[in-house]
């Protein structure tokens, strides 16, 4: 019998199937040198921060008392930093968020753990849309509750609405939306949003009880065209939106985020006392404070989502061209595959034979499927097209 936790264990002794691969792509790259190796892994952006955060970051860093800038802030965040957040939310979004109701956070990852720990009770249950985001099962779990796989639209990916009122049962306490979507790039539409609200509704109602509606949103500002992506605090009140700055400005590696509660739920305030008991809990208090103070000015900012959307159509019109099936992603920078067989390990295993190195999305909830994060250099997606037309003729022999 271990004295350790032996839960913590599993988890530290069997990475994400993503870290792992990445950290293959590192030793590979190392032997053989990094453009003879197409890493398709990790979901880290390739495009820079937007010069407003850069400008700004060396404003900050070259203040003359440093002592402030880098100093505690309040456990929930920066006031002025919040402001800023729910100006530019409510601006661009009608989102209707207060900042007294919006606690800072490191990363989404953060903002989920805290959310879900502060909302569900041991035995309840959250409904995920898949193909979903791996850690989201971990997350919950940590919260002593239990993960609901709704199941897809076959060729759309969007959101099943039949078969997602049949996983609403009196257990459930909150659904999982994340548009645009990791791993699949889709962009719930809004017919589906309001659908998905109005079951929500009816079976609160019904179970006279309250099913909050968290919305993950490291992508938002990931879309591509005249796409818009349905803010879900104008189609129903307990919404619990967590965000993150990695993608949308390019900081993966500051961890900097936040949680909203809609100010039209269900006794916001004793919600927002949850969140922060959760982050403080889990030890999430103090966000990190240089990068608070960055948000404040840069809210408004925005990376050039035009560099990923031409490497979106590169490699999405060159692998349909081959024969691959892809489900073509209104956001986000993943290309959602369908493997040559079943199973999508030996599939990305073979893969590797030609220096791909794509992931796996049994996991995910989808079998059959591999998840490629095109947020890398076009050269690399130019420079792989042969390796995937290799791979391609190898399963039409």
């Known amino acids: 019998m271990p004295f350790y936790n032996e839960k913590a264990y599993e988890l530290g002794s069997n990475r994400s199937i993503i870290r792992e691969i990445f950290e293959y792509g590192k030793k590979r790259k190392s032997e053989i ?40 802030t309040s456990a929930v965040g920066d006031l002025a930093t919040r402001k800023a957040v729910a100006e530019y939310t409510n601006k661009s979004c009608g989102a209707g968020l207060d900042p007294e109701l919006i606690y800072m956070t490191c990363g989404a990852a953060a903002s989920l753990t805290i959310s879900l720990k502060a909302v569900l009770k041991s035995g309840e249950e959250c409904v995920v849309f898949a193909p979903f985001f791996t850690e989201y099962k971990v997350f919950v779990e940590n919260a002593n509750a239990n993960l609901v796989v709704s199941l897809p639209e076959d060729k759309t990916l969007q959101i099943d609405i039949k078969d997602f009122e049949s996983r609403i049962t009196e257990k459930t306490r909150a659904v999982i939306v994340n548009s645009p979507n990791n791993p699949s790039g889709v962009v719930y539409r809004e017919d589906k949003i309001i659908a998905l609200c109005d079951i929500l509704r009816k079976k609160s109602k019904e179970y006279g009880s309250v099913i909050y509606l968290i919305t993950d949103e ?18 129903y009140d307990d919404v619990i939106v967590c965000y993150s700055y990695s993608k949308a400005l390019s900081l993966p590696g500051e961890r900097i985020g936040y949680i909203a509660v809609s100010p039209k739920t269900k006794d916001a305030k004793e919600v927002y006392d949850a969140i922060c008991g959760a982050g403080r809990s889990l030890g999430y208090v103090c966000a990190p404070s240089l990068f608070q103070k960055l948000i404040a ?71 059959g499927y591999v998840r490629i994060a095109y947020c890398v250099d076009e050269k690399t997606i130019i420079n792989s097209l042969s390796a995937f037309r290799r791979l391609r003729e190898e399963y039409l022999k």
């Open 33 to 72: 040198g990094a453009d003879n190796v197409y890493d398709f892994s990790l979901g880290n952006p390739s495009v820079s921060p937007p010069e407003k955060v850069v400008s700004t970051l060396k404003t900050l860093l070259s203040r003359e008392d440093q002592t402030g800038l880098h100093g505690y």
């Open 218 to 235: 490291p992508y938002r500002e990931l879309v591509y065209g005249d796409v818009k992506v349905p803010y879900l605090t104008k189609y």
């Open 297 to 367: 000015t840069c809210a408004d900012a925005k990376v050039d989502v035009s560099v990923y959307r031409k490497n979106r159509d590169i490699l999405y019109d060159n692998l349909v061209a081959m024969g691959y099936d892809c489900v073509r992603p209104d956001g986000a920078f993943y290309l959602f595959v369908k493997a040559f067989e079943k199973d999508a390990v030996a599939f990305c295993e073979k893969a590797k034979k030609y220096e791909l190195l794509l992931v796996p999305c049994d996991n995910f909830g989808v079998n």
